[in-house]
């Protein structure tokens, strides 16, 4: 099954556990009907922003849709190029890996996740202007960086690519 089918199915699984209409979800993450329904058929491959806006609107980490595939799933939004890794469920939390690239003189705003996510980066090479919108801050190689995710916030490379490991940790 190719990303788009396998990404579209877990889309229409959990909306379906939800007892979510396609209507009510394309109100719920501002997606149109028609491109929800194509991505829920697989026609449509599925960007970051999107899958982003569904999950949210879900309650659900991005990681729900993009676990266990094979090979892993090699999602890209406006600058950021994600492949989740690992995700881990504990009791309280749902912690996501991420390998990410920011692509070299693109911005990618995101929108806020779930109450009191955070995201922690350690970048690799390159160097970031990541975090909060109103207050990002300049990462470079080895080190790390720390934000609240329940608000905007972006990613930046202004200067070269960015190669770099992101955690997702969302309470449960």
Do not use: C
């Not at 501002?30 to 491959?45: F, H, V």
């Not at 599925?46 to 849709?65: F, I, M, Q, R």
């Not at 892993?72 to 492949?83: F, N, Q």
């Not at 609240?148 to 490991?165: F, K, Q």
Request: charged letters at 25%; a negative charge.
């Amino acid at each position: 099954m190719d990303l788009a089918s396998a990404v579209g199915l877990r889309l229409k699984e959990l909306r379906e556990a939800q007892r979510v209409s396609l209507s009510e979800l394309a109100r719920r993450s501002k997606i149109g009907k028609a491109t929800l329904s194509e991505l829920e058929s697989g026609r449509r491959n599925p960007t970051l922003e999107t899958l982003y806006a569904l999950t949210k609107a879900l309650k659900v980490p991005l990681g729900s849709v993009l676990h266990d595939l094979e090979p892993p799933a090699k999602i890209s939004g406006d600058a950021v190029d994600a492949v989740l890794l690992e995700r881990f469920e504990a009791d309280t939390s749902v912690t996501e890996t991420y390998r990410i690239r920011i692509r070299s003189g693109a911005t990618q705003e995101s929108a806020a996740h779930s109450p009191d996510a955070t995201e922690h980066i350690i970048v690799l090479t390159g160097t970031a202007l990541v975090g909060e919108v109103a207050n990002p801050v300049l990462i470079g190689p080895g080190m790390h960086g720390t934000w609240a995710a329940d608000t905007p916030h972006l990613y930046r490379a202004p200067a070269g690519d960015v190669e770099a490991v992101l955690l997702v940790r969302h309470p449960k």
